[in-house]
Each structure stands twice: as structure tokens, then as C-alpha cells.
């Protein structure tokens, strides 16, 4: 595939990846506030901090090192390794399950039985959802490699679907059920989801059987591990390479839920306090998940396809040396503009976005306070998704085990200061110290960046110097919201709300204009990449059209 067919792959996966995380944060945001009106604030922080803790430790560890590697060597190994890889994943599932599911029932904090009964039984199902989950890995991996952005979309909003009708049914009908009510749902919808990508697969497969000669799965057997002959059930380089993502991904994963195993572990809040906390990250990383996550997977995509693992950039082909540093400038440039736009508005808008999503209850707790200080933490986050984007990308095996390291001394950094700021700020400390370990990895992968393209004449570092307009733009949005926020809101009648809300759209409008105006460069290759996309979009329904007319006259 050449390079500009995969820019256009990936923005293309961007573009999907963003519309999923929006329908499914809404139904998140919607499901949310509703379970808020229903459930008691300790079953809150059980459910959306331990066990969801536990299934996205169980699953971060248990596939993420596997994706990683198969994903960067599609077309460098036969596709029966790869699937006989990532099926490593079940058996894998289990042992990591097991133990973590040991260590929830009987090392940590347990709720009290009669406040919170079924302890057990949730942390068992919740780690058998990974389990199950594990078992459509291998269709995942092939939809990513093929760019089949669609079928992800449809599927992850068909999962949250189907928990979120389980959950308010059962809320509705069943509400002394308590945890049963999360984990019915949690397994029935992990379930769905796996039987719905076997079926889809299987009439694909049985579809393009004689189209596509580059489809890897022909038949229902190909879904499956199996021995090749003369040749080694997995490729050695690319278990290699899994294994040092798999170091990597216990670190990365304590970095990236720092805060929820801190306050497993060490027991600084109540589950009540955990799940207002709980509440508050949610509603904060809306934008995160939403944009830049879509954004950092479609980057690390792009450029592990573009680029050759572990070669500086001169040794690189002629079209990814020059493609390269275009794409990084632009992303930098994008998330940093994004993020600067979330944290001006955070300030003067999380009391009115709390009040309006849980009511008094949240709005007139901590929480108003730790949403600005969230908005700080989103804009760090940006910048670090993007930047570690392109070094897990572009970084040999032996620097990759390098930065396990590093990230062992930030996973210590980060607990010191996560023990030593909660005792000062309190739940704010957790984002502080989010943010200190952030702004760690961020030097390590700019280094990294520096070196990488210290002899390209547009360095891609550069993106990050806003211009002065900018600067201004946002420095003005932000008193005058400021100045709003004291005199519409929050007490003030719906009506001063909505003046409040206005002036907020006017501000937005505003800065939107300066970029449209003082960023040509950022424009331009936006309006370019979203041409090229449209073109090939019209080239691939050109060229279907062209078959139907062959087959209808051969007919």
C-alpha cells in the first residue's frame, strides 16, 4: 500500500474512530446519568472504578502487546502466524485473569456485604468478559490491517449498546439486584459482541472467496490456528517484538489507571468519593476519548506502516522521509489547538457541566474544582498521545526495552507523587500527579522526535510554537468567559445560564476565525488529506460501478 493510500486509510479510521467515540460517550454520558438518579454513589465507585478497573487491566495486559506487534508486521510475516499469534491471547487471558481476579477477592478492600453484596461474583464476571472478549482478537487484528474502519465502529457501538439496554432494563425492573445487574450485562454484551464479528467475518469470507486474493481468510478454518509447512508456527521477530510490548503494557497500564489502582490499593478515598471522582474523569476525558484517541491510534497506524522500524529517517523511502514530518506537524499542531481550546473553556464551564449532568450532588462537591484541573490534565494528554505515537512506531526493539525501563522510573515517580500530593490537595493530587508523569514521558518522546528529524529542514517540533494571534485569541476567550462565569452563572436563573452558554459559543466562533485565518499551513494540509480521501472514496465506488457493468453484460 503506498503511502499516501495510507494516510488516507488512516485519517480515514480517524474520521469513523471520532463518530464512534461520540455515539459512544453520549450513551456513556446519557447511561451515566441516569444510573446517577438510581444507584447509590458506593455502588458507583465499586462498579466504575474496581471492577472496571480489573477488566481494563485484564484486557490492556492481555491484548494490547499482541496488537501492537501484528499490526506492525502485516506483510513482514505470513498471515497464519499472525493469526496463530494473536491467539496466544486466549490461554494468556486466562493466567493473567486468574490471578488478577485472586488478588481482587482476596487482597484488596472488600465493600461492605451489606451495602454492597455480590462482591464476588462481580469481579469473576468482569474478568471473564475478558476472556471472552479475547476470542474475536484475531478478526479485530484483520480488520484494522484491511482498513476496515466501518465494521469497528458498528461493533464497539453495537457492545455499548447492548450493555446499556441490559443495565437501565434491569435497573428499572430489578434494582436490588445491585452488581448482578452490571455483570449480566457486562458478559451477555461481551457475548453479542464476539458472535457478531465470527458472523460478519464469515459471510465476508464466503463473499470475496474468489474477489480478493489478499484477504486472508477464505473459509471459517483460516479463523483459526493451525501448523504450515517448512515453516515455524509463529515468526520469532514478531514474538519477540510481543514480548517487549507485554513488559511495556504493565507499566503504560499502571501510568494510564495510576490513580484508580492508587486508590485501590492504598484506600485515600471512600467508594462513595471514588465514584464522584470516577464521575468527574469521565465527564473530563469526554474529549480525549473522543478526539485524541482516534486520533493517537490512527497515527501509530499510519506510521508504523510508513515507516521502517529502528531505521533513522535517511535510510527511510524517499515518500515516507518527506510524508513523515508533514503528517507529525499536523497532528501536533491539531491536539495542541484542541487542547488549549478544552482547557480555557473547562475553567469557566464545569460547574454549569456538572450541575446539568448530576445535579447539586456533584456540582456542589470537589467537583467543579477537579474538572478544571482535568482540563489542564487533557491538554497533557494530547500532547503525549501524539508524541508516543510516533516513537512506539519509528523506535527499534532494543530502544523500545530501553523505554520499559524509563517507564519503570515514572511508574515509581508517579506512585511518590500520587502519595505525596493526595495528602496535600486531595483528589486534585491524582491529576497533578497525572500530569507530572505526562509531562515526563512527553521530554522522553520529544527527545526521541529531536534526534529522529534534527536534520529536516521543517522540524515537526516546531508545530508546537503557537503564533502570537493565536496566543492572544485564547488569552482574551478566556477572561471574557471568566467575566461571564461570575455574572451568569450558576445560581442565577435558566436564562443567565443560557446568556452564559452564548457567550461561550460566540468565544468559540472567534477563536475558530483566528485559526481559520492565521494557520494556513494546518488548513491547507487538512483540506488537502480530506480532497485526497473524497477522491478515493469516488475512485472506489467508480471502480465497483465499472465490475456490476462487466458482470451484467457478461450475464
Known sequence: ??????????????????????????????????TLRYISHDLLGVVNVRLTLLYSTSIFITR?????????????????????????????????????????????????????????????????????????????????????????????SFLLSVKSIITVVLILCKPQLGIIIFSLAQVVSMLAYVLAYYIYFAFYAKRIRKKNDDFPLKGIRDFFP??????????????????????????KQFLTEGEKYVMTIFKILSFADQGIYDVVHNLGSLA????????????????????????????????????????????LKSVTLIGLTILVYGYSYSFLALDIYGGSALSASAGPMLLRWYSLYVLVIALNGVTECFVFAAISQKGLDRYNRIMLLFSVTFLAASWILTQMFGSVGFILANCLNMLLRIAHSVRFIWYYFEQTSDHPLRALLLRPEIIFSFLLTFAVTYLSGSM??????????????????????????????????????IR???????????QSKSTKTKIRNQKSKKS
Open 64 to 156: 494490547e502487546a499482541f496488537n501492537r506487534a501484528c499490526l506492525s508486521h502485516v506483510g513482514k510475516a505470513s498471515w497464519t502466524q499472525v493469526i496463530n499469534l494473536i491467539w496466544l491471547t486466549v490461554p494468556f487471558s486466562v493466567v493473567v485473569c486468574g490471578i488478577l481476579s485472586f488478588i481482587w477477592s482476596s487482597y484488596l478492600q472488600r465493600p461492605d456485604p451489606s451495602i454492597i453484596p455480590y462482591y464476588d461474583i462481580g469481579v469473576f464476571t468482569f474478568a471473564l468478559s475478558t476472556m471472552i472478549e479475547v476470542l474475536a482478537q484475531p478478526l479485530w487484528v484483520i480488520g484494522q490491517s484491511f482498513m476496515f474502519v466501518k465494521l469497528r465502529v458498528l461493533m464497539d
Open 288 to 331: 480525549a476519548r473522543f478526539i485524541f484517541c482516534p486520533i493517537e491510534e490512527s497515527g501509530y497506524l499510519f506510521f508504523s506502516r510508513l515507516l521502517q522500524r529502528g531505521k533513522p529517517l535517511k535510510e527511510q523511502a524517499n515518500e515516507s522521509s518527506d510524508l513523515a514530518p508533514k503528517v507529525l506537524s499536523a497532528l
Open 1 to 34: 500500500m503506498k503511502a499516501s493510500q495510507l494516510l488516507v486509510g488512516a485519517a480515514k479510521s480517524a474520521s469513523y474512530n471520532m463518530i464512534l467515540q461520540l455515539t459512544t460517550r453520549i450513551l456513556t454520558f446519557v447511561l451515566n446519568a441516569f
Open 488 to 525: 451568569f452563572c450558576c445560581d442565577q436563573g435558566v436564562w443567565k445560564r443560557v446568556i452564559h452558554v452564548v457567550v461561550g459559543g460566540a468565544c468559540l466562533l472567534t477563536n475558530l476565525l483566528f485559526v481559520w485565518f492565521f494557520e494556513k499551513d494546518l488548513i491547507h494540509f
Open 226 to 251: 493451525k501448523f504450515i509447512k517448512n515453516k515455524h508456527f509463529i515468526n520469532y521477530d514478531q514474538a519477540l517484538l510481543t514480548w517487549s510490548f507485554i513488559k511495556q503494557s504493565f507499566l
Open 528 to 538: 488537502t488529506q480530506y480532497s485526497q480521501q473524497k477522491q478515493t472514496s469516488q
